[in-house]
């Protein structure tokens, strides 16, 4: 089983800036870095979990139920 709270402080810094933005491409662009090694790091993430952390709605990028879990717990983690 996936445990979230193992997630280091980038990984969680880009996770949870791409929810706040809802863009990859903003995300990568407040926080200095390339977007596709970021989106690689996402993506891994959301294969380690075993589910999606993101969902598109038309041109909107929101996060999934496991994904607002996630969130959670990384913001009482590191803030």
């Not at 997630?7 to 200095?32: K, P």
């Not at 979990?49 to 913001?75: D, H, N």
Request: proline share 4%; charged share 20%; aromatic share 8%.
């Amino acid at each position: 089983m996936f445990d979230p709270l193992t997630i280091d402080h980038q990984l969680a810094q880009i996770f949870l800036t791409s929810a706040r933005c809802a863009c990859f491409r903003q995300a990568a662009r407040s926080l200095n870095l390339h977007i596709v090694p970021m989106r690689k790091k996402l993506r891994k993430l959301e294969a380690t979990v075993g589910t999606p952390l993101f969902l598109y709605k038309g041109r909107e990028l929101s996060l999934s139920a496991t994904g607002r879990e996630l969130q959670q717990l990384l913001i009482q983690k590191f803030w």
